[in-house]
């Protein structure tokens, strides 16, 4: 492996914590900003409750409806939701060509309710004026408690 393959693999893991700890904060237009302009963000819910975002500007406008009252997740149930925190785990990192690459990263997320929900992310990434960015990620939720803040109860898995 390479110094610049090694420097490409760092730079994704550094994005990757950088779009949990944007989302997790609320921060709408950093979240967004680690995406490309026709990047996509697809989640996979029962129910057919999933989303389906093409653009940054899209991708900006749910982050930013995240923070109405009534829209955010975890509203209207019985424990609010204060804080949430995602972790990321194993992450495999496959770089397939000078400026692309893709990763498979297992997480799960605690919330002031404990353990709530948990899957992986399918990234697909491009260089971009040597920034790396999520052109496309899919998100599957692989479990979620019955006590979820975050996970509606008709599109748990």
Known sequence: MSL?????????????????QAGDSVRAEEYAACFTEDGMLQTE???GQGLDLHGRAAILAWQQGLREPGKG???????????????????????????SASARTYWHVMTNAGPDHCGVYRDDLRRVDGTWLIARRRVKTEWAAETSLMVPPGSRP
Do not use: S, V, W, Y
């Open 4 to 20: 610049e393959d090694l420097l490409a693999r760092e730079a994704i893991r550094a994005l990757l914590a950088e779009l949990a």
């Open 45 to 47: 819910a029962a129910g």
């Open 73 to 99: 997740m975890g509203q209207g149930g019985a424990i609010p939701l204060r804080f949430a925190r995602h972790n990321l785990t194993t992450c495999k990192i496959e770089l397939t060509g000078p400026d």
